[in-house]
């Protein structure tokens, strides 16, 4: 899988493996400085939550909350690779609702149509990314038009399709990724959607953090000049990584799928939701910095803010506001760290 | 004032022990700049001597690390380019800032429209342009109300002049003005910029053009590597001695041994003909274990030839071959799978990916080939023979220009490059790491590359090369032989009629022998 060519650097031979311009502190805090923050931002939020309600961090609702966070981690983990490849990905939130909608007319709750179901939706959501590819590489539409435009056509096929009342119903063993889970001892249910997102998590991780491809990602929206001048295919690249959000929106959907109803506003402001996850995982508009790992970490803590901020009795609709504003904050933070630094 | 007979007018502008340094190397190093009221005054200098920095101090774009600047007498600090602005210095930049889909006026006034008790008062602003192009001379072939995109390149400048004039300066920066003017039209600029002298403007014209600086200018300031040669009465100097002034310098470092002609080899890259943008009819020959520099002005096509060898630029006309068989380079990629490398003039926006470690900037091309080719080099190995230390995780970003530049060709020797075009491969980078880049560049020639080595400093072309070839407007003006002398070099870059043709014959002879 990794194609890392020779060994890395021994670090008791290297004794100058510091990078120059960085504080070379006490081993311990070198070690924090190596955990992306937005881990520590995480265990804060979880803490604060546990402080007012000591439940929550108990095996079954923890896997509860998780199981809830998954549909938006998925799309995170899936849209950094946008992000990172210098560009932006908007029609995950209306490719979202298109997989809702459309299995549940498909199969009006029919199991024996999952299997062939599924596949399907995965091969429409690599064909969304696709387009969104091809239109921003090879047309040069400004990826934010692009996908802005994509998920118009997107929510306007599904409004015209369903006649704006979605029918059907979504079928139980297609519903059981987002809802139920394997049974373990003692602990309750481990749900299918926390697997999934992990299995989906170290998948995407090992392919953008250790594969060919995944460097070529980073070079492509680190500088694509340099990029292409070193011979990386840099419309090629983009392209896949919006391959890669599309097929994260259809698992997405199919996760969501477990405990939303059948409606037209099923994924109504996810694109919104993930983008703000993939900046708070550190991840820069703009291209060339960001991972897989921190941009879940992201999801989590704007689920766990949205939690805590239930808890603190304050309005659903203060929701936007907040997120609006961690987006805000969390993209200064970048910016300053990275003056800082630069 | 009083009519005074002959002293000399006064100095309007003067700039003192001006020093500047850019992350950690010297760009100016104590340069004195004196300006009189009236005169048009040139800076001259090789591709990077100093001069637009000078010139980005001055009008506060950067700030000095020491010195002073004082107008008529007194000091001035210019934190931003607005106060100079206020203070009565203007500049006009090589690279024209007007908006294309704006009116003449409105670009002239832009944020300062005049304005009536409702908006702008269109009229009024359209007769302050008017009048500050009747005095360029030019209120009767623009019209204030054209729009700026429509207009050609030399009438725009024309209109960016204007907008300088707006602010009422008395000084005036001219930075290369005719780089995008033909002879005729900067024969026309030349007669508008004599008429603002003789309104009392004091002109500073950036240019390493010797013919316009004759032409146009009262007194020259030399600069040469970051510090001020001479100022010079430009009635005083010819030709020679101006070039001398500019290049002439003691060799500042030992060059490793030239090739002993038994080592070079058969001809590895070849092109025929050559043409694509500017550049047309270039025949060029690279032979293993050979280094040839390309020297030339800038602007004569010399990064252009090097995206066209590596495919950067597709070649619209002619042939190429590499290693004896006609190829056609449709991208960067074909080119690398070819074995050809290009180390790009500017590292940071087109070599390096800065926020990536060293390992993944040398592994990125080798990486973009395939599994295989990512596979059969061993890091350790690459930067090893690069003699780069320290840890392969470190961002690029944090190496000093020397060791970036050894990342970027690791980068190559990654994809087993054997032919290496090297833009400008030491600019920016301080004296030791320069001699070890030279020694890398000479090991991998011995080692069976063919390199081309492009380079704005002379010394550098002549201590290096085997083989010079000079470009002019976009075709090989003509080719000397190792250890050709500066003066050599820049009389055919800039085009002395009486040595031209020579050069070319012979030039003609070595390209086919």
Same mark, same amino acid.
């Given at each position: ?342 | ?299 004569? !096509? *010399?990064?252009?030839?090097? +995206?066209?060898?590596?495919? /950067?630029? #597709?070649?619209?006309? %002619?042939? &190429? $071959?590499? =290693? !004896? *068989?006609?190829?056609?380079? +449709?991208?960067?990629?074909? /080119?690398? #799978?070819?074995?050809? %490398?290009? &180390? $790009?003039? =500017? ?167």
């Amino acid at each position: 899988m990794t194609t890392t060519a020779g060994p890395p650097a021994a670090p008791g031979a290297q004794p100058s493996a510091v990078p120059r311009g960085e504080p070379a502190g006490p081993r311990a805090r070198r070690l924090l400085r190596a955990v992306p923050p937005i881990w520590l931002v995480l265990a804060a939020v979880i803490l604060l939550i546990a402080w007012r309600n000591p439940t929550f961090v108990e095996p079954a609702p923890f896997l509860a909350f998780l199981r809830r966070c998954a549909p938006l981690a998925v799309l995170a983990a899936g849209q950094v690779f946008v992000i990172i490849a210098g560009e932006f990905d908007l029609s995950v939130g209306a490719l979202v609702t298109a997989v809702v909608v459309v299995a549940a007319r498909l199969s009006d709750g029919d199991a024996a149509h999952t299997w062939w179901l599924i596949p399907l939706l995965l091969a429409a959501g690599a064909l969304v990314g696709l387009v969104n590819g091809l239109v921003t590489t090879r047309l040069r539409v400004p990826s934010f038009i692009a996908t802005l435009g994509m998920l118009l056509v997107l929510s306007g096929a599904v409004f015209l399709w369903s006649g704006g009342a979605p029918r059907g119903s979504l079928a139980d063993n297609f519903r059981q990724f987002g809802r139920f889970g394997v049974e373990l001892p003692g602990l309750g249910q481990l749900p299918y959607a926390v697997l999934t997102l992990t299995a989906v998590g170290i998948g995407l991780w090992l392919l953008l953090s250790h594969s060919r491809f995944g460097h070529q990602v980073y070079a492509a929206g680190g500088n694509p000049q340099a990029a292409a001048l070193s011979g990386v295919d840099v419309r090629r690249v983009r392209t896949a990584a919006f391959v890669i959000s599309g097929l994260s929106a259809v698992v997405a959907g199919i996760l969501l799928g477990g405990f939303t109803g059948v409606t037209a506003e099923a994924g109504a402001g996810y694109e919104f939701q993930a983008i703000a996850a993939v900046v708070l995982g550190g991840a820069v508009l703009g291209g060339g910095r960001g991972s897989v790992g921190a941009s879940v970490a992201g999801a989590l803590t704007l689920q766990s803010v949205f939690t805590l901020l239930n808890l603190l009795g304050l309005a659903k609709s203060l929701r936007d506001a907040v997120q609006g504003l961690i987006i805000i904050g969390a993209a200064a933070y970048a910016a300053h760290r990275l003056r800082r630094s630069g | 004032m009083t009519a005074d007979p002959r002293p000399p007018d006064p100095v309007v502008l003067g700039m003192y022990g001006i020093s500047k340094r850019f992350f950690g190397v010297t760009v100016l190093d104590d340069v004195r700049l004196e300006c009189r009221a009236g005169e048009i005054h040139a800076v001259m200098g090789e591709n990077g001597a100093g001069k637009s920095t000078l010139m980005k101090i001055l009008v506060g774009v950067h700030q000095p690390d020491a010195g002073r600047i004082e107008l008529n007498g007194a000091p001035v600090r210019f934190h931003h380019p607005r106060q100079a602005l206020a203070a009565g210095v203007s500049i006009v930049h090589q690279e024209l800032t007007l908006l294309p889909e704006r009116t003449v006026a409105e670009n002239i006034f832009l944020g300062r429209e005049p304005r009536r008790r409702f908006g702008v008062d269109r009229a009024a602003m359209d007769q302050a342009a008017t009048r500050l192009l009747a005095a360029l001379g030019a209120e009767d072939v623009i019209s204030p109300r054209s729009l700026v995109g429509r207009l050609p390149v030399a009438r725009q400048q024309l209109v960016e002049i204007a907008k300088a004039l707006s602010f009422e300066p008395r000084v005036l920066v001219l930075d290369e003005p005719t780089a995008a003017l033909s002879p005729h039209e900067v024969d026309a600029l030349f007669d508008r910029i004599r008429r603002l002298r003789a309104d009392g403007l004091t002109v500073l014209y950036i240019s390493h053009r010797l013919r316009e600086v004759f032409d146009l200018t009262d007194r020259i300031t030399v600069l040469k590597d970051g510090r001020r040669v001479d100022t010079v009465e430009t009635a005083e100097v010819n030709t020679r001695r101006l070039v001398h002034l500019m290049v002439g310098r003691e060799l500042d470092h030992y060059y490793p041994p030239r090739a002993a002609p038994g080592r070079i080899g058969p001809v590895r890259l070849a092109v025929r003909g050559a043409g694509a943008g500017l550049l047309h009819d270039v025949d060029l020959d690279l032979r293993a274990g050979e280094i040839v520099g390309l020297a030339g002005l800038a602007g004569s !096509g *010399r990064t252009e030839l090097a +995206r066209l060898l590596f495919g /950067a630029t #597709r070649m619209t006309a %002619g042939s &190429l $071959t590499v =290693d !004896g *068989r006609a190829r056609r380079l +449709r991208s960067p990629r074909h /080119a690398i #799978r070819r074995g050809i %490398g290009l &180390l $790009t003039e =500017d590292r940071k926006s087109e070599g390096l990916v800065l926020q990536r470690s060293v390992r993944d900037n040398t592994l990125l091309a080798a990486r973009s080939l395939g599994r295989g080719a990512a596979r059969r080099v061993a890091l350790a190995d690459l930067l090893d023979r690069v003699r780069l230390r320290g840890g392969t995780d470190r961002e690029v970003r944090y190496l000093s220009g020397g060791n970036q530049q050894k990342v970027v060709l690791a980068r190559w020797l990654a994809t087993g490059a054997r032919v290496l075009i090297f833009d400008e491969p030491t600019r920016g980078i301080d004296v030791g790491a320069k001699a070890s880049i030279h020694e890398l560049m000479r090991e991998l020639a011995d080692a069976g590359a063919a390199i081309l080595m492009i380079s704005s400093e002379l010394p550098e072309v002549i201590g290096m090369a085997d083989r010079i070839v000079v470009l002019r407007q976009g075709t090989v003006a003509g080719e000397l032989p190792a250890g050709a002398s500066e003066a050599e070099i820049m009389l055919l870059a800039t085009g002395e009629p009486d040595r031209t043709g020579a050069a070319a014959g012979a030039s003609r002879e070595g390209g086919t022998a």
